[in-house]
């Protein structure tokens, strides 16, 4: 066997090796509590488009360190786009919570034209492995008239807070889970909203 064989031989070794050591890719998303419900309301909504930060317009699950560096996985993913995951979730959550109103993706081309869009701004949704998450949205409830947004005062900040069970991305993936879920089922007051917007917007 010659130098340049035995070469080749290393090369390859070191080829496999590296192949059987790379870590296989997990996807995850996210999903509702509640089953998804058919309202008999008539007022429609349509919840979206999410306003992610422009760090997380990525596939790749982000999670910051203690000295805020975001940290990018290379094989912990996201199983689609991650404001589309966000919106279905609201869409159930606030389905089951107010009967009154009807909610739709804003993907979905629904008949006529929705009486609100209710916007979410999301400017943190992130955290530690192992620590906390936290979740800081700007929600606006927008009334629309003949297909035209009229811009409402109704905003509400919304900061919360939920603990990682351990340092495993799947308890962590669950921890963004139940902020969502808390944002839809504890914090969206859309019955105040659409009170002041229909007292603003005659």
């Avoid at 109704?154 to 495993?168: C, G, H, I, M, Y």
Wanted: aromatic share 6%.
């Amino acid at each position: 066997m010659n130098k340049r064989t035995i070469l080749v031989l290393l090369i390859s070794l070191a080829a496999n090796a590296c192949v059987h050591k790379s870590a296989p890719t997990s996807f995850y998303s996210l999903f509702p509590e509640s089953s998804l419900t058919t309202s008999a309301g008539e007022t429609q909504i349509r919840v979206g488009p999410i306003r992610l930060p422009e760090y997380m317009n990525t596939q790749s699950i982000i999670t910051l360190t203690e000295n805020n560096r975001i940290v990018m996985s290379a094989n912990q993913v996201w199983g689609g786009k991650l404001d589309e995951a966000i919106v279905r979730v609201l869409v159930t959550e606030l389905g089951a919570r107010y009967s009154d109103f009807v909610f739709v993706d804003y993907l979905w081309k629904a008949q006529g034209t929705p009486d609100y869009q209710l916007q979410v701004d999301v400017l943190e949704y992130a955290g530690m492995r192992g620590g906390d998450v936290t979740l800081i949205a700007n929600i606006q409830l927008i009334p629309i008239h003949h297909g035209q947004n009229i811009p409402s005062s109704a905003q509400q900040r919304v900061v919360l807070s939920e603990n990682t069970k351990d340092a495993s991305y799947e308890a962590y993936v669950m921890a963004l889970n139940r902020l969502l879920v808390r944002l839809a089922k504890e914090e969206i007051n859309l019955d105040e909203s659409v009170q002041s917007t229909a007292l603003a917007n005659p």
